[in-house]
């Protein structure tokens, strides 16, 4: 798996464009904007897009998803309990839904859906065991936790997704929706004084 990090749209989202080099198949995580990007990575690494996953709904995660799937022919999916937020921007209706424990497979790839509400109701994440890897939307980011002073969000359930989260191994790395990377083990405090 090699992961590139992309900065895209007004406030500089983190875009993940995951490849395997095996088959080249690619997903890309929270296509912001900045499609043209996006599609150039893709081009020099010689991958072929098959899914976008969009870790929750808020616009900043979403707002290149249309003409990233009518230039690639890529399925886009996200958990269905945000999908009122794709009114803000011109995303495209979901292709499908991910739901907790739902497995993401794209070649040989393959990424656990643990659904993370709180900052969002349908906020997810996703979980590589094989490579100790999580991309975690806005749920965890360095230093402290998505927002919950937003409309739907709900502090008692972004405690308890961060709790979920402090099961994972501590040595796995956190790719977050903004910032820099970090680690589940470098975050404990944070998330334990969450609550």
């Not at 690494?45 to 690639?72: C, M, N, P, S, W």
């Not at 803000?88 to 393959?110: I, K, M």
């Not at 996703?126 to 409309?151: I, M, Q």
Request: charged share 25%; with cysteine; glycine share 10%.
């Amino acid at each position: 798996m090699k992961v590139d990090h992309l900065k895209v749209g007004p406030i500089r989202t983190n875009c993940y464009l995951i490849g395997d080099e095996a088959t080249n198949k690619a997903l890309v995580i929270d296509a912001g904007g900045e499609t043209e990007q996006i599609l150039e990575q893709l081009r020099q690494r010689g991958l072929k897009l098959e899914l976008i996953v969009a870790t929750h709904g808020h616009f900043d995660h979403h707002d290149g998803v249309r003409l990233l799937k009518e230039q690639t022919g890529a399925r886009f999916l996200m958990h269905q309990a945000d999908v009122f937020g794709l009114k803000t921007t011109d995303a495209p209706q979901p292709d499908g839904f991910l739901q907790d424990n739902d497995n993401v497979e794209c070649g040989r790839l393959n990424f656990k859906i643990i659904h993370t509400p709180g900052h969002s109701p349908g906020g997810i994440c996703l979980y590589s065991e094989k490579e100790k890897v999580l991309f975690s939307g806005d749920t965890l980011f360095l230093g402290t936790y998505g927002r919950v002073d937003l409309p739907y969000s709900d502090e008692a359930a972004m405690i308890n997704s961060l709790k979920r989260l402090l099961n994972l191994p501590p040595e796995t790395v956190v790719f977050p929706g903004h910032g820099k990377a970090t680690t589940i083990g470098a975050e404990q405090n944070v998330i334990e004084t969450a609550w």
